[in-house]
T-cell receptor, first 113, second 111 residues
Framework: NAGVTQTPKFQVLKTGQSMTLQCAQDMNHEYMSWYRQDPGMGLRLIHYSVGAGITDQGEVPNGYNVSRSTTEDFPLRLLSAAPSQTSVYFC????????????FGQGTRLTVV | GQQVMQIPQYQHVQEGEDFTTYCNSSTTLSNIQWYKQRPGGHPVFLIQLVKSGEVKKQKRLTFQFGEAKKNSSLHITATQTTDVGTYFCAGQNTGRRALTFGSGTRLQVQP
């Protein structure tokens, strides 16, 4: 079982570059979310989606865009990378929003120089 | 907005000692979840508590949800080196369709 798959695992970007972090799940979960993890800050919610075509902002949405065209995929776009976006990014999915177990991907370690 | 605080941030124990981490929310929670993240890994779900005053056990781990549904704790009895990692609580408040994570407690166990 694949679960939640994130790509790439590691990425180095230059300031101002754009990129998309991919996230796919094969569990037919309606709810998907993106978190960033910084030392001492825990996991902070960037964006989330409660189903295909529906997205909403989390705690730290600035500098990130998302879309949800299918149930399976929930990509995260950085339009113009900044050093402050250096972090570890986790995608998660669950059957319902916050009421059932969340399954996390392996994470993407992003460095912006 | 909702805040979920966890203490301590870090704890170093000798193998065999007990360990407790506490989670406090600024708002009433509809439920609370606990996750464990091994070094270099991703968060993995441990348990969910829903009822006021609920207590659940998983082998050496005991989870409690406060009567007011604003705090929770995780207690590990007789720690082992396999318990090493960061423990996060995560709560959903009654009005928001998202999980808010605490800052985590990093546990180090010395053999």
């Amino acid at each position: 079982n694949a679960g939640v798959t994130q790509t790439p695992k590691f990425q180095v970007l230059k300031t101002g570059q754009s990129m998309t972090l991919q996230c796919a799940q094969d569990m037919n979960h309606e709810y998907m979310s993106w978190y960033r993890q910084d030392p001492g800050m825990g996991l902070r919610l960037i964006h989330y989606s409660v189903g295909a075509g529906i997205t909403d902002q989390g705690e730290v949405p600035n500098g990130y865009n998302v879309s949800r065209s299918t149930t399976e995929d929930f990509p995260l776009r950085l339009l113009s990378a900044a050093p402050s976006q250096t972090s570890v990014y986790f995608c998660a999915s669950s059957y319902s929003a916050g009421q059932t177990e969340a399954f996390f991907g392996q994470g993407t370690r992003l460095t912006v120089v | 907005g909702q805040q979920v605080m966890q203490i301590p941030q870090y704890q170093h124990v000798q193998e065999g000692e007990d360990f407790t981490t506490y989670c406090n929310s600024s708002t009433t929670l509809s439920n609370i979840q606990w996750y464990k993240q091994r070094p270099g890994g991703h968060p993995v779900f441990l348990i969910q508590l829903v009822k006021s005053g609920e207590v659940k056990k998983q082998k050496r781990l005991t989870f409690q949800f406060g009567e007011a549904k604003k705090n929770s704790s995780l207690h590990i009895t007789a720690t082992q080196t396999t318990d090493v990692g960061t423990y996060f609580c995560a709560g959903q408040n009654t009005g928001r369709r998202a999980l808010t994570f605490g800052s985590g407690t990093r546990l180090q166990v010395q053999p």
